[in-house]
């Protein structure tokens, strides 16, 4: 079982930056691949990124790539995602995820939370 928390939402300008995290409870966290996930107001929950338990392959969104940066310090059994030149259309709620391992299904999610990026 893990539990994930998600931290580091919140209000900024169009081309800022922000820093989630993601803090991950139990055990092993380094056997879980992990996800970064959002959804706008009325819109599906699409996919960001991904990072192997490893931290050693990445993979992202085209709508992000060069723009956000996923990584994880299984010592601290966290998720980051870093995001640069913010612009509105990345205004959602921002979820992350872990996938058990050798599957691609996430099967624990965080709460979510919010950024709104402003013009």
């Known amino acids: 079982q893990v539990q994930l928390v998600e931290f580091g939402g919140g209000l900024v300008q169009a081309g800022g930056s922000l820093r989630l995290s993601c803090a991950a409870s139990?055990?092993?966290?380094?056997?879980?691949?992990m996800g970064w996930f959002r959804q706008a107001p009325g819109k599906e929950r699409d996919f960001i990124a991904r990072i192997s338990g490893s931290g050693g392959s990445t993979y992202y969104a085209d709508s992000v790539k060069g723009r956000f940066t996923i990584s994880r310090d299984n010592a601290k059994n966290t998720v980051y995602l870093q995001m640069n030149d913010l612009k509105p259309e990345d205004t959602a709620v921002y979820y992350c995820?872990?996938?058990?391992?050798?599957?691609?299904?996430?099967?624990?999610w965080g709460q979510g939370t919010q950024v709104t990026v402003s013009s």
């Open positions: 995820a872990a996938s058990r391992p050798g599957s691609l299904k996430y099967a624990y």
């Open positions: 139990g055990r092993s966290f380094s056997n879980y691949a």
